[in-house]
C-alpha cells in the first residue's frame, strides 16, 4: 500500500493562549509547537498498515521551515519519506486554501497512493475541514473521525464517531481517512529512529509553484478580531458538610441558577 | 435567502437543526430576506410542514434512493446542486458529526470557504460576521468569509430555539441528481451506544469524573447520577479516559470535545488548562473537589470542597425528588 499522511505543526495542548489585538493574531511568541495529537494517531496508523500489508508511508506537512521538526518526528516514529509543502503564510484559518495546495500537490507531483490519512482536525485551528475538501477536490470518498479501520484488498471498512454511537462505512479505495482518539495508540520514536531521522533529506515543494492562482493562494477569511472568552466570575464555595453543600446546590441549581 | 440543512435520524428531526434554523431566520430579519430549509432522502411527508413552523418560507425535499443512506459524496452533490439552482447567500448547517462531514464537502465543491463551528452569528454592514472559538475555547475568532455563498456551521446547544409559528411554509419536492454509481463510500449501519445515550456535545446536563473518581467502577455513580438528570449526559477528563474508566466519546477538553450545556457539574477534576478549554462556556459550572486549591474552583457558580463519595449520593437523591414532584 502506498499511504500518504498529512500532519500539521500546532502549539501544544498545554500552551497558554495569548492574543494580539492589533494583528488580529495569536501571540506565537514563547509557544512550544509539537505534532497535532489527532496526526499522531494518523501516523500510528499508517505504520500498522504498512507493518501488516507491505508498502511505503510517505508524510506531508504544510507550512513553513519549522514543520521539518514534526517530519522528522514522524521519520523518526517509522514513516519512510517525508515532504515539507512549504507556504510562508500565516495561520489563515481556512481550510479551502490548504485543501487546494495540498490538492494541487497530489494532482501535479505526488499522484500514486492509495490512501490519504489526517488527523480529524488540527488543534488550535480546530476547523476539521481539511480533509473532507481533498476527499472533495480529489473525487474519493471519506471516513472522518474514525476510531476503527480495516482494509481489505481495495474495500476499507471504518468506524466513524457520531452523536451518541458510531456509523459504520464502507468505501473504496483510495480513500481519504481522518484520525479520532481511540483509533490506537501511537508508538514512541527509538533513538535508532531518531537518529536516522536526523540525516534524512527532506524535499520541498514550494506552495506557490504548483500553478495555483493568487486568488488560489490567498485566504477566504477575512479576521475582524480576536478576543479572550469573558472571564467567569467567582462563585461561591458552599459551607457545611458535604451533604449540606449537596442539599444546598440543588436548590440554588433549581431556584436561583434556574438550571434544572 | 438563507437555506437551513435540516438533519434526521431514523425519520427524526435533529434539535441542534432547528436550533439553526432558528438562527437563520433572526438573522434573515436583519438582512430582509428570507429563509428556505432542505431535507434530503426518504423523509416522513410530515417533517416537511414539522421544520416550516420554525421559521422556513419553503422547505425543499431532495427526493433519490442514493440519499437515502448517509455519504458525503451524494449528499454533498445535491446539495450543491440545489444551491447552484436557488442562490442562497448563506447555507447554515449545525456542526453535527454529520454536519462536520457534510459542510466541508460541499464548500469544496462550491470553491468557496467554509465558517467552522461558529458560535456567534451578527451582521455587519449588510454581511455575516461570524465568532468562532480556536484551542478549543482558549481564543474566539471573529470574522467574515470573502467567498459567496457563505457555508457554515453552528455549533449545537449554542443559539436558542424559535417558539414554532402556526403557520406552515410551502414544501417543495424535488428529484435529486445523483447516481448511485458515483458514490464510492458510504454508511452501512449505524450502530447506537447502550442505552441510547445523548452525546455530551448535545446534553443539556453533563455529569464529568476525573481522576478522583479514582476507579473504572465509580463511573457507575455518575451514570447513576446521570439518569436523574433529564437530557443529561456523562463526561469525562482526559487522565480518566486515559486510564481506560470510560470511552474517549466522553471526554471532554482539547483532545475531546468542547461542550457549553446549562449545568456542567464536574467531581473530580483539578481543571488542567485542556480540560478547561472545552467546558468552560457552559452556562453554570459547579465543582466537587478535595482540594480547596483546585484551578477549576476559579470557574465555578458553585462549588464543594469535599469528599464526591459522600456528595453524589445525597445530589442524587435530592435530584430524584425534584423529578418525582
Not at chain 1, 131 to 148: H, I
Request: net charge neutral; glycine share 8%.
Amino acid at each position: 500500500m502506498n499511504i500518504f499522511v498529512f500532519v500539521k505543526r500546532v502549539p501544544d495542548t498545554e500552551s497558554r493562549i495569548k492574543i494580539n489585538r492589533e494583528t488580529k493574531a495569536v501571540d506565537e511568541q514563547g509557544l512550544n509547537f509539537v505534532l497535532s495529537p489527532y496526526d499522531e494517531y494518523a501516523v500510528e496508523e499508517a505504520l500498522r498498515l504498512r507493518e501488516a500489508k507491505g508498502g511505503k508511508v510517505t508524510v506531508f506537512s504544510l507550512g513553513p521551515d519549522e514543520a521539518q521538526i514534526i517530519l522528522r518526528k514522524c521519520l523518526a516514529m517509522g514513516v519512510d519519506e517525508a515532504v515539507l509543502i512549504k507556504d510562508a503564510a500565516t495561520e489563515a484559518y481556512d481550510g479551502l486554501r490548504a485543501a487546494r495546495i495540498i490538492a494541487a500537490v497530489l494532482k501535479t507531483k505526488y499522484q500514486e497512493f492509495d490512501l490519504l490519512l489526517f488527523g480529524k482536525q488540527s488543534v488550535g485551528a480546530d476547523n476539521a475541514q481539511v480533509p473532507s475538501m481533498v476527499a472533495e477536490f480529489l473525487g474519493l470518498p471519506q471516513a472522518n473521525v474514525v476510531t476503527k479501520l480495516e482494509i481489505e484488498a481495495d474495500k476499507g471498512i471504518a468506524l466513524r464517531e457520531v452523536e451518541g454511537g458510531e456509523e459504520k462505512l464502507s468505501f473504496s479505495l483510495p480513500a481519504v481517512v481522518s484520525a479520532q482518539k481511540g483509533l490506537n495508540e501511537p508508538r514512541y520514536e527509538t533513538l535508532k529512529g531518531i537518529m536516522a531521522a536526523k540525516k534524512k533529506e527532506i524535499p520541498v515543494v514550494a506552495a506557490d509553484s504548483l500553478g495555483l492562482s493568487a486568488a488560489d493562494l490567498q485566504s477566504g477569511i477575512e479576521v475582524t478580531g480576536i478576543d479572550m472568552p469573558s472571564a467567569r466570575k467567582a462563585g461561591r464555595i458552599l459551607p457545611g458538610s458535604p451533604q449540606e453543600a449537596a442539599r444546598e446546590v440543588v436548590s440554588l441549581l433549581r431556584n436561583e441558577a434556574k438550571v434544572i | 435567502m438563507i437555506l437551513v440543512y435540516i438533519e434526521t435520524r431514523q425519520g427524526k428531526i435533529k434539535k441542534s437543526s432547528l436550533e439553526a434554523l432558528s438562527e437563520a431566520k433572526r438573522r434573515a430579519a436583519e438582512l430582509a430576506t428570507e429563509v428556505a430549509a432542505v431535507l434530503t432522502g426518504t423523509v416522513p411527508a410530515e417533517l416537511g410542514p414539522e421544520v416550516s413552523v420554525y421559521g422556513a418560507g419553503r422547505v425543499y425535499v431532495l427526493k433519490n434512493p442514493a440519499l437515502d443512506a448517509y455519504s458525503a459524496e451524494s449528499h454533498g452533490r445535491a446539495l450543491a446542486d440545489l444551491v447552484a439552482g436557488i442562490k442562497p447567500q448563506a447555507v447554515f448547517l449545525s456542526a453535527t458529526a454529520r454536519g462536520k462531514d457534510l459542510a466541508p464537502r460541499l464548500a469544496a465543491r462550491l470553491g468557496v470557504s467554509l465558517a467552522s463551528d461558529v458560535t456567534r452569528v451578527g451582521v455587519q454592514d449588510k454581511k455575516l460576521e461570524f465568532t468562532r472559538p480556536i484551542f478549543a475555547g482558549k481564543a474566539l475568532l471573529s470574522f467574515t468569509l470573502k467567498t459567496s455563498p457563505g457555508i457554515v456551521t453552528l455549533r449545537p446547544n449554542v443559539f436558542p430555539l424559535e417558539q414554532p409559528g402556526t403557520v406552515a411554509g410551502e414544501v417543495v419536492t424535488q428529484d435529486a441528481a445523483v447516481g448511485e454509481a458515483e458514490i464510492k463510500g458510504r454508511v452501512v449501519e449505524l450502530l447506537a451506544e447502550k442505552g441510547g445515550e445523548i452525546d455530551v456535545t448535545e446534553a443539556e446536563v453533563v455529569v464529568s469524573g476525573g481522576r478522583g473518581m479514582k476507579a473504572p467502577e465509580n463511573f457507575a455513580l455518575l451514570k447513576e447520577l446521570a439518569a436523574a438528570i433529564p437530557r443529561s449526559a456523562v463526561g469525562a477528563s482526559r487522565s480518566a479516559v486515559d486510564s481506560g474508566w470510560i470511552g474517549h466519546a466522553h471526554q471532554v477538553g482539547q483532545t475531546g470535545k468542547t461542550v457549553s450545556p446549562n449545568l456542567y457539574m464536574a467531581f473530580g477534576i483539578s481543571g488542567a488548562i485542556q480540560h478547561l478549554a472545552g467546558m468552560s462556556s457552559s452556562k453554570v459550572i459547579v465543582a466537587v473537589n478535595k482540594d480547596p486549591e483546585a484551578p477549576i474552583f476559579k470557574l465555578v457558580d458553585y462549588g464543594i470542597v469535599g469528599d464526591l463519595f459522600e456528595v453524589i449520593p445525597v445530589l442524587k437523591d435530592e435530584l430524584k425528588k425534584l423529578q418525582d414532584r
